[in-house]
């Protein structure tokens, strides 16, 4: 797996590489993950015979972009264009999750002509209820007193299917490692930038790009319901329910999400 680095916007962002193709496809991590999380699509993707080139991101302060900054998803959306930009990867689809989902639906507003395709995986487009900022700022007092470790405890429950950790304790494992080794600081900006990102429900209908939303079928934080009704917003929108997963579907059920990936890759051709 090859990990590069490059310069952009005041940052060295770093990003994960993998296949030749000369179709460009980005992935976009959640919160509070790196492109770790990614790996299986990495892998699947880069080594497709379709011939894909696979970046997957680690956005600024997560992973290896080390970075004290405070962000808004769509200044994570410029950071995004600016990479891709500078490493020659545009135009991409785009596939984010959760997040990823975020900043990909504010590329789609602003990079439009830079956009092949959107998979919008266990995300939404409504922005953060009166209730939902709320929690935001007890998380944010919860990180700056007690750390990371205690974000990821609070979130690992809603993250998988139910009986994952004990039919599956790899990967909530894996989990547990990402979410806990990703700095406080940024955990703060993150859900800083997440509760104030704007409402993007009634830029749905202005998406023009072949659009799949994937959910799985038990996810806690955006469930098939939401998905369902983002999917009917948005003009000729594929949906695919995942069995078997929560909300970190493309980690908890790799096979079915790669299938549903490499299908949309190859209708849109
Ligand atoms: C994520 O998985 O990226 C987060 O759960 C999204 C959120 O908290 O809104």
Known sequence: MAIKTQ??????????ERGRGARNVA?????PLDSRMWEQ?????????????????DLRGFGQSRSETPFTIESLADDVHAL???????????????????????????????????VLVDTKAEGDTTEGKTGRQKMIDLVRKEGSKAVADQMRPKMLAKDAAEQRPQQAQALRRNMESCPPKTIEHALAAMRD???????????KVPTLVVVGESDAITPPDVAQAMSKKIAGAELVTIRGAGHMSPMEQPEQVNRALRAFLERIR
């Open 84 to 118: 891709l930009s500078a490493v020659g990867a545009l135009p991409t689809v785009l596939v984010g999750l959760s997040m990823g989902g975020y900043v990909a639906l504010a590329y789609a507003k602003k990079y439009s002509a830079d956009l092949r395709g959107l």
């Open 27 to 31: 992935l976009l991590h959640g919160f």
């Open 41 to 57: 699509q990495l892998a699947a993707l880069g080594d497709a015979p379709g011939g894909y080139r696979v970046v997957a991101p």
């Open 7 to 16: 310069s952009v916007n005041g940052i060295t962002l770093s990003y994960q």
């Open 197 to 207: 990102r704007p409402d993007r429900s009634s830029e749905l209908s202005s998406i």
